[in-house]
């Protein structure tokens, strides 16, 4: 049993890299708590969907949705965010909270209140290691996010875009005055980071078969909680908190049996660890 | 007279204003982000319910007690918060609001899913008081809290507060202790966020851990930002803009939520500092408009 | 002084902006009922269920003539499953619009919040689905037409020692007032019947989404029944995880499961499941089998159980202002209580004994897609309710 709850464990914390990957990096240039992120997350499931229907075929759709929310992210940032930036961070913080509310209410309004059915499997093998064997879709999920990660490495340490989007996100100022585009630089990565959320948005959404106007309401704090506790946009941080976070919940309910909830258990984690490392998990000072 | 309709909207509105004010007292006046308000109103909600159900006190030291609880509480759990910064207390306080909703939910001492019943409006020469009788009580405590407010505002702690907002190592640097006035912050106000939830307990005479969540916390702090955050009449025009707001818009049925949301963002965007600000767009033309007056009267 | 002056001017002026919106009364001439439901937030599919439900059930009162020659006319609120909101509306209802009686769609926290206040106004209520022990505590005013979690608990227990022969069933259910109450009485009454559930595992709602840790516990201890309590988005998500960790043991769950939505979420695993609920798809009543047609034609989605309760809690409320001929508040509690042998959708009600309805307790299960009968019980012992 212990092994199974070890792969669940991770399971989950690949779900939740993957839900947070794309805050992350937006998370890491402009320092607003993004909570409409989750709103981009569930607008991706949504827009997948439909795809699906019309396109019957879930790669395309998941293309699509990524471009959607790739748009939606920059329209969010050009709009909202950008004009804010002087501001006390609580002003964005509410405007994107207000932001979140009223996509949720239009995704009920649009697409009705009741839960839909993706009505797609995608057939994966299930990989293991020894006694510890992840089920199929715990094993596809786990490869994509490995997936996605790779890229995105590839993408930030390898490119001269991904070398622009590092320095804006170390110091936008200085980066400017060696001639970068920081605020291009910022829509180009609000662009990929919420084309992440959409992807997440169709996985978690055929991952769970199920696309309902709330979903986005759980990883629109969780997914926050884990940037912040990573280390403010650092994404090795992210991904490791995310893994942590999501073992040590599957173990603390499945082994330990703390007869609590998830969050509260996830939340007392991350509030001992930030009582030792203030600054996150791999932040600095 | 007015109708109970009315009078329990006012309640309902009185105290989310108690709610503001004593957010405002952390976030506004100290500058320390809190996500997790809502959980004192609920350790003084629960407070007052458990003595006054279980152990047979009456209102008023319930009442008392929910707030010296939820002040206290708020004391200790300040501790955690004085370690971290922006937004890493951001999570810190969300953090706390998910571990106090699900002790109320998950220890059966707390009534668990059952929530607690019963808890009645309070007496007064034994007779249980009107609704109006209990706005009033309710009123008697914003005027406290309005009172406590401009104390502070004017006193030594107002002015450390605000250095420690504006620059924390600066404040510690001028010689002003850092700890204690942030601790002091936040006992203010969860020790006021605790009357208002005894308040909201016999009100409602029965509640439930989901009364208290983090989304609940939200609304608070939505209308301590959406009225002018660090002002005193921003957090009441707030609570009651946004208090009123799910009445109002019941004529839009299944848009009221929707209508909200993006009221939120649209102040937000183009009234950062809330209706009430110091630098926005009503205070403003109002200010023109008094010294335009005076002008026009020097000018006879 | 000028500014301080214009401050407490503004905040006067949005007050008494507010107050006089607030106090517009509003007038009536049809026999007029209330009716609250979460149909905005995070429970708006159920909220859309049940006022679709009822809104359907008025209108098949009006076609048929009304009631004593009077159209019933719905007032319809949304209290996004919010106390503070539903105190407010109740009130309005009372005052404003002065209805003869009001139904709740609702869930337990509004409706276990607002039932004191209707009972102290002496205004009926029926409530569709609401849970919570104490809705019917509040007054001799207060209905139920759904099932006492215990009462359904046990007759869930009833049903998985006698028909389905378990003997060390599993539990596992949400951490609210309803999941709480709905597994102490299965584990009860199992208990009483001599097996034991072995194992018990409490979630998180709405918050859970991944059950596996919880399964996979249920798999360890090795038992002959799962029983689960859920409503219908976790319930398919507990379906297809147990599937995928090659969990093979039956499941029976209980009404928060029947929901068309359940089995299209479930992907085919919800085959088999069996479901303690009120409504059986294969009654034959022209009732039954009428409103199944209705419902589908109006709305393109087959009806659930928290529609169907909410169909019921209306249609209760109206026959008892025809049969008490008056719109008088007191005279309607009079016909309620009197109800006796009454022809509900959700089945045939003997009576109700304080408050909480007595009638059989449905078993469906699932088969090719579709909810089918498997079984019920009517045995009186198991079906009353406990009076306090």
């Known amino acids: ?285 | 007279m007015l109708s109970g309709y009315l009078v329990t909207v006012l309640i309902t509105i009185g105290i989310y204003i108690i709610l503001a004010l004593s957010l405002n007292l952390i976030t506004g006046y100290a500058g320390q982000i809190s996500l997790g308000h809502a959980a004192f109103m609920g350790i003084g909600a629960y407070t007052s319910a458990l003595f006054y159900t279980k152990a047979g006190l009456g209102f008023w030291p319930s009442f008392l007690l929910a707030g010296l609880v939820a002040g206290l509480l708020g004391t200790i759990l300040a501790i955690p918060c004085l370690r971290v910064r922006e937004d890493f207390l951001a999570i810190t306080t969300m953090g706390i609001n998910f571990v106090v909703e699900a002790t109320f939910l998950y220890i059966p001492f707390f009534g668990a899913g059952m929530g607690i019943g019963g808890i009645d409006l309070p007496h007064f020469f034994g007779q249980e008081i009107s609704k109006s009788g209990y706005l009033a009580l309710v009123v008697l405590v914003i005027g406290l809290m309005i009172a406590l407010d401009r104390w502070l505002t004017r006193s030594w702690i107002g002015l450390a507060w605000a250095a420690i907002r504006e620059d924390e190592e600066a404040a510690g640097a001028m010689g002003i202790d850092v700890v204690r006035f942030k601790v002091l912050a936040f006992a203010l106000g969860s020790a006021g966020a605790g009357l208002a939830g005894s308040l909201y307990a016999h009100f409602l005479t029965f509640i439930m851990p989901v009364n208290f969540s983090f989304a609940q916390s939200m609304v608070i702090l939505s209308m301590v930002v959406f009225g002018g955050i660090g002002t005193l009449r921003g957090p009441i025009v707030g609570a009651i803009v946004l208090g009123a707001l799910p009445e109002i818009s019941r004529p839009a049925m299944e848009y009221r939520t929707l209508v909200y949301g993006l009221l939120l963002l649209l102040l937000m965007r183009f009234q950062p500092g809330g209706i009430l600000g110091e630098h926005s767009l009503l205070p403003r033309s109002w200010r023109k408009l008094c010294t335009a007056m005076q002008n026009g009267k020097t000018g006879q | 002084m000028k500014r301080n002056l214009a401050e407490r001017l503004a905040v006067l002026l949005t007050f008494v902006g507010v107050a006089v919106w607030l106090a517009t009364p509003a007038t009536a001439q049809t026999i007029k009922i209330g009716f609250f439901a979460p149909i905005t937030g995070p429970v708006a599919a159920d909220g859309a269920s049940a006022k679709q439900s009822v809104e359907l059930a008025m209108k098949e009162v009006n076609a048929a003539g009304g009631i004593m020659g009077k159209m019933v006319d719905l007032v319809v609120y949304d209290d996004r499953l919010n106390p503070q909101e539903s105190v407010a509306i109740a009130n309005k209802l009372i005052e404003k619009d002065q209805v003869v009686g009001v139904v709740s769609g609702s869930y337990s926290g509004p409706t276990r919040v607002t039932a004191p206040i209707f009972a102290k106004a002496g205004v009926p209520m029926v409530a569709g689905y609401a849970v919570h022990p104490d809705v019917t505590k509040a007054g001799n005013s207060n209905f139920r037409n759904g099932f006492l979690g215990e009462v359904e608990g046990g007759a869930a227990g009833e049903y998985a020692v006698k028909v389905l022969k378990s003997k060390k069933p599993a539990i596992i259910n949400m951490d609210n007032d309803f999941g709480r109450e709905i597994s102490a009485g299965f584990a009860k009454r199992t208990q009483k019947l001599g097996s034991k559930p072995i194992i018990q595992e409490v979630y998180k709602y709405p918050g859970e989404k991944d059950f596996r840790p919880f399964l996979t516990r249920i798999k360890q201890a090795n038992p002959d029944l799962i029983f689960a309590a859920g409503y219908y988005d976790v319930a398919a998500l507990m379906t297809l995880q147990a599937k995928e960790l090659g969990i093979k043991t039956p499941i029976l769950a209980e009404e928060g499961f029947d929901s068309p939505k359940f089995i299209e979420l479930a992907r085919g695993t919800a085959e088999g499941v069996i479901i303690a609920t009120n409504l059986d798809r294969d009654d034959p009543r022209p009732l039954v089998q009428n409103f199944l047609k209705n419902y589908k034609q109006a709305y393109k989605i087959d009806p659930d159980m928290v529609g169907a309760s909410s169909f019921d809690a209306f249609m209760i409320l109206v026959n008892a202002v025809g049969r008490a001929g008056s719109t008088n508040r007191p005279d309607v509690i009079k016909a309620l209580l009197e109800t006796k042998d009454y022809n509900g959708l959700t089945g045939k009600i003997s009576k109700f004994v304080k408050g909480e309805v007595v009638k059989p307790v449905q078993f469906q299960i699932v088969k090719k897609g579709q909810f089918r009968r498997h079984g019920v019980i009517t045995d009186p012992v198991v079906i009353t309710p406990p009076v306090r």
């Open chain 1, 1 to 285: 049993m212990l092994f199974q709850q070890i792969a669940n464990g991770i399971a989950t914390g690949a779900v939740y890299a993957l839900t947070t990957l794309g805050l992350t990096m937006v998370y890491g240039v402009l320092r607003v708590l993004h909570v409409a992120h989750a709103g981009i997350y569930a607008l991706g499931a949504y827009v997948g969907l439909v795809a699906f229907r019309f396109l019957e075929s879930f790669w395309l759709s998941l293309l699509v949705a990524m471009v959607v929310c790739a748009a939606a992210g920059i329209l969010v940032e050009r709009f909202l965010y950008t004009p804010l930036l002087h501001l006390p961070r609580i002003v964005p913080l509410i405007g994107s909270i207000g932001l979140f509310i009223a996509m949720e209410e239009a995704f009920r309004i649009v697409a009705g209140p009741y839960a839909l059915a993706y009505e797609t499997e995608i057939r994966f093998l299930s990989l293991g290691l020894g006694p510890l064997r992840l089920t199929a879709p715990q094993s596809l999920i786990f490869t994509v996010t490995m997936l996605l990660l790779g890229l995105l490495w590839l993408l930030l340490s390898r490119s001269t875009l991904g070398l622009a989007m590092r320095a804006t996100a170390m110091d936008a100022d200085t980066t400017a005055t060696f001639g970068v585009d920081t605020r291009l630089i910022v829509s180009l990565t609000f662009a990929i980071g919420s084309a992440l959320a959409g992807a997440a948005g169709v996985l978690i959404g055929v991952y769970d078969n199920q696309v309902w106007p709330t979903m986005g309401s759980i990883p629109a704090y969780k997914c926050l909680a884990i940037v912040v506790l990573g280390g403010l946009g650092n994404i090795p941080g992210s991904v490791l908190a995310s893994f942590l976070i999501g073992l040590a919940e599957t173990l603390l309910i499945g082994v330990v049996a703390i007869p609590f909830p998830r969050d509260a258990l996830a939340f007392v984690a991350m509030i001992l660890v930030l009582m030792f490392r203030p600054r996150g998990l791999l932040g600095k000072g």
